[in-house]
């Protein structure tokens, strides 16, 4: 297990093997590396769980695992969340230019912008009255359970970057990932599964593709970085033992790996050596937990009906979305599904129909089920892309926008039925009504329903405290029970 | 017996004292003329006040007859009372008589002081109840002033104190015994013993367990101060809020005859008032330290986890779903010692049964509690009545039925029940519901006539004296979620 201690030594290695400091004190490091050695006799001790590095959370806990749906490409929140009469007004006239004069722009810097109305309709749903859009039916049964976001904005207007943001809160190459800096700071449930497992789906057309940096645990010891499951076919591949070797075989082999692994640690205190190891640990109990994980036989029908899942592993996000509710009913503690194929720069009317049909029915499933289960008071779901799309038309679709996109949130401390913030007339930038939210905040609030101090949670690196939210972030109370 | 004799007997305490003034001012000037001769009484002035002591004794005897017809007292005492009476006004007769005879009148005379001593005793007995100069008297003088029977020792600790006779009856004997006690029983109401209470008075049944607004002894205290029916009358020493809050806690548990107080789980504020009346410390939190220590070991040899929910608090949740049917009660026994800081326990999909649920309703702090795809029915739901800090039960995938709802509405605070797949029809959640909130709604109105007494009372010192009553800070409130 690792301690404060651990972690200092991990920093004492890092200052240790910097080339500065090692030319410069290389004696001095040796002797903090005996030393460390000395002062931690459970180096070589029995793996146990990450308990988290923070003892507890800092206020009493609403929620205790996330669900991220990530809707990659960036959706249309004109379309889907945010309703605006008068861009539908506007629509083929040219976008008014007091709105975008000098404004950042991805492919449509220096076109000619004009307005493009929603390709839908809007319904006042359920006894919140929140208006969703007709593409979305299933999520328009649940707009009691969700609090929708349309005043959300980020700084990254490209997809990878953007991603990274939304992961990371930098887009700077090397920081941890959300769902890392949970397992970092909380510890997972899961002993034989991974804490953060990552799952992705495409269909809707305009699939971008998604970096495995995105889920990775940056400066963090490699062990917190999420574990991509493939959703096609077995979520991991060659889990079963080659012929003639037996479980027993293979717990001795993993047995002398650790202790040849550890041999090593006490030599060099790499913290990359007890990731290795407990990996292998993992691994072995993966053996078993992942094959039974998989195995949907056990849900009925009606279940299957539910999310829409037509065959289980069959790499469709009803699939994923379904598995994800598993590995949460496992001990997980962060579930991120990405959905590829909501980048509609040409043919959004058809598009988006396409992208919402895939994810629409499971989302919603995803929200009822764990509803019924009893488990949608402690799972935070959020629901939503990595930026939104301009209000502007380019030919057939739309372009990326980060001045406003729309989310929703549901479950574990997060007040449901309810709109949070606004977007101008013409849906192009949020209100700075003291109800906008930057992804800063997006993090900050979500570590703050798990009861972090977002301010609290840090990791020294290179001589400086890191934290998810950086510099930033302000909770945002009022969505919060 | 007219109203008249009434309100004419009701002169007796102020009559009373004016033979007892003139009688002593007469005993101590002729003391006093017996040692110093120019201080001496003339025989006309002795005459002139004894014929007035008799007057006053007359008017008093008359009177105190006129009230010890009403009834409502205890009738030895009255008997003695009266006798003793009329045998001070005898002998205030026969100074007269033998007023000239010094040897005989001074014999006489000490004799009626002691007499009347003896009967002014006695009648304060009547009013305040008998034993009352031995009640806050010094231990060692107690026996001395009558105290007879010893007291009940006060407890040493809150788990040794008896619901009723340590903390109900004494509210009671502080406030109401003295005129419905043995000596006094106004209305044909005793409230010295729990069999008394039941039995009720004149009114009727002044407890209905379980309903504090329908029962008669907390309605009267209830009614306003000038209301003709308020108890106890203008004048009397007022119950306190807490004595209300004790008064009120007790009829809505049930009303229950004997028992430890803190077997029945009572409200943190009661508990505190209670420790504060008996001078008894508050129930230890359990330490932080220890619990860990503990549930790192058990979070290892059950294969569940038990984890902080706050970095500063002891309290603790564990997720025994992890160990699936490997968890039974065997398992939960060995979770007791954890169970002062449970307040989250999930033991979904575990083999727990009816016989392991006894234990869970031990564990008094439990917020949320999992219950579902277990082999727990009705039977085994019925033990968890104890659980008032309850919140959140999750029951589905289980075999309870409505019957399983009864055990739920003695539980305040409980938000949330989750019975998809079980046997309990949407009936009965819909008036499980409805009688809860009801509950809640009577909780809010009683809090609400507190804060209202406490209002006028404010108001009424501030007409009075024209200024605000003091008022002390009170201590902040302290409690998780």
Excluded at chain 1, 182 to 211: F, T
Aim: with cysteine; aromatic share 6%; charged share 20%.
């Amino acid at each position: 297990m690792i301690t404060p201690q651990d972690i200092k030594n991990l920093e004492n290695h890092q200052r240790a093997w910097s080339r500065r400091t090692f030319l410069g004190k290389s004696a001095q490091a040796i002797g903090t590396l005996a030393l460390g050695s000395i002062i931690n006799p459970n180096l070589l001790g029995q793996q146990q769980p990450w308990r988290g590095v923070l003892d507890g959370p800092h206020f009493y806990p609403k929620a205790k695992r996330v669900v991220h749906l990530c809707m990659a490409g960036g959706p249309s929140h004109v379309d889907l969340f945010d309703p605006k009469p008068m861009l539908n007004r506007l629509h083929g006239q040219p976008f008014p230019e007091s709105f975008t004069k000098g404004e950042q722009l991805a492919q449509l810097q220096g076109a000619e912008l004009l307005a493009r109305g929603a390709a839908v309709d809007f319904r006042r749903c359920g006894i919140s009255g929140q208006m969703i859009s007709n593409l979305l039916p299933h999520t328009q049964s649940i707009a009691d359970d969700i609090c929708v976001v349309r005043s959300m904005h980020t700084e990254q207007i490209n997809h990878d970057p953007a991603h990274a943001f939304m992961n990371a809160g930098s887009i700077n190459k090397g920081r941890p990932s959300m769902g890392s800096w949970l397992l970092y700071g909380l510890g997972s449930e899961a002993e034989n599964l991974p804490g953060y497992v990552v799952l992705v789906s495409e269909g809707g057309g305009g699939a971008q593709p998604i970096s495995a940096r995105q889920w990775s645990a940056g400066f963090l010891p490699s062990k917190f970085q999420g574990v991509q499951f493939q959703s096609r076919g077995a979520p991991v591949h060659y889990v079963g033992n080659p012929d003639g070797v037996c479980q027993s075989t293979q717990r001795q082999i993993i047995d002398e790996v650790a202790r040849l692994n550890n041999l090593q640690k006490e030599h060099s205190l790499d913290p990359e050596i007890e990731t290795r190891v407990s990996q292998y640990e993992l691994a072995f109990k993966m053996q078993t937990s992942v094959p039974e994980l998989a195995d949907l036989s056990e849900e009925p029908q009606s279940m299957l009906d539910l999310y829409g899942v037509k065959e289980a592993g069959d790499g469709s996000f009803a699939a994923n979305c379904l598995l994800a509710r598993r590995l949460l009913e496992r001990g997980s503690r962060f579930v991120q599904l990405y959905h590829r194929g909501w980048d509609h720069h040409s043919k959004l009317d058809q598009n988006i129909q396409v992208a919402s049909t895939l994810v629409d029915q499971a989302s919603a499933a995803l929200v009822k089920d764990l509803k019924q289960r009893g488990m949608l008071e402690d799972t935070l779901v959020i629901w939503g892309g990595e930026f939104g799309r301009t209000p502007m038309g380019q030919g057939t679709g739309r372009d990326h926008h980060i001045n406003a996109f729309s989310v929703w949130m549901a479950g574990g401390g997060i007040r449901p039925g309810m709109t949070w913030g606004s977007t101008d007339d013409l849906g192009y930038r949020y209100l700075n009504d003291g109800q906008q939210v930057h992804v800063h905040d997006l993090h900050a609030t979500m570590l703050a329903c798990f009861g972090i101090d977002h301010k609290k949670l840090t990791y020294r690196y290179q001589g400086r405290d890191f934290r998810l939210t950086d510099v930033h972030g302000h909770v945002v109370n009022g969505i919060m029970t | 017996m007219s109203d008249f004799a009434i309100f004419v007997g009701r002169f007796h305490p102020l009559v009373v004292h004016l033979p007892i003034g003139v009688l002593l001012v007469l005993a101590v000037t002729e003391a006093v003329g017996w040692r110093w001769s120019k201080l001496r009484l003339t025989p006309g002035a002795r005459t002139v006040i004894l014929v007035f002591a008799v007057v006053g004794a007359s008017l008093a005897a008359g009177c105190g007859w006129l009230l010890g017809q009403q009834g409502s007292y205890d009738e030895v005492l009255v008997d003695r009372h009266r006798i003793l009476g009329f045998v001070t006004l005898g002998l205030t007769v026969v100074l007269v008589v033998i007023q000239r005879w010094p040897k005989f009148y001074g014999a006489v005379l000490a004799v009626a002081l002691g007499i009347m001593s003896w009967t002014g005793h006695n009648g304060g007995a009547l009013t305040h109840g008998p034993g009352y100069l031995a009640e806050h008297a010094p231990a060692i003088l107690q026996p001395l002033l009558g105290g007879g029977e010893p007291g009940r020792p006060t407890p040493t600790t809150l788990a040794e104190a008896d619901v009723f006779l340590d903390v109900v009856q004494p509210v009671l004997n502080a406030r109401c015994v003295a005129c419905h006690g043995e000596s006094r029983s106004d209305g044909d109401l005793r409230l010295d013993s729990f069999e008394a209470i039941v039995a009720g008075g004149e009114h009727g049944d002044a407890l209905v367990p379980g309903e504090p607004s329908d029962s008669l002894l907390l309605r009267r205290l209830y009614l306003p101060l000038d209301h003709k029916e308020h108890m106890p009358p203008t004048g009397r020493p007022q119950p306190t809020d807490t004595d209300i809050v004790v008064l009120e806690w007790w009829i809505s548990d049930e009303a229950p005859a004997e028992g430890g107080f803190m077997a029945r789980s009572p409200d943190p504020e009661v508990v505190e008032i209670v420790a504060t009346q008996l001078g008894l410390p508050l129930p230890p939190i359990p330490d932080r330290a220890e619990m860990l220590v503990l549930a790192k070991s058990l979070e290892m040899q059950l294969g569940i986890t038990i984890r902080p929910l706050t970095t500063e608090d002891p309290w603790l949740g564990a997720n025994a779903r992890l160990a699936g049917d490997a968890f039974d009660d065997d398992a939960l026994a060995r979770l007791m010692p954890l169970a002062p800081a449970l307040h989250r326990l999930d033991l979904g999909g575990t083999s727990v049964t009816d016989a392991g649920l006894a234990l869970v309703g031990e564990m008094a702090g439990l917020q949320r509690l999992r219950l579902d795809d277990t082999a727990i029915t009705d039977t085994g739901l019925a033990q968890l009545s104890p659980l008032k800090r309850l919140v959140s039960l999750n029951l589905h995938s289980t075999s309870v039925t409505d019957a399983a709802l009864e055990a739920l509405t003695g539980l305040p605070r409980l938000r949330q029940i989750y019975v998809w797949q079980t046997g309990i029809t949407p009936t009965a959640v819909m008036a499980l519901a409805e009688e809860l909130e009801n509950r809640r709604k009577l909780d809010r109105y009683r809090q609400q006539i507190a804060a209202n007494q406490r209002r006028i009372a404010e108001e009424t010192f501030r007409v009075d004296f024209g200024a605000k009553p003091l008022v002390l800070p009170e201590a902040p409130e302290v409690e998780a979620e």
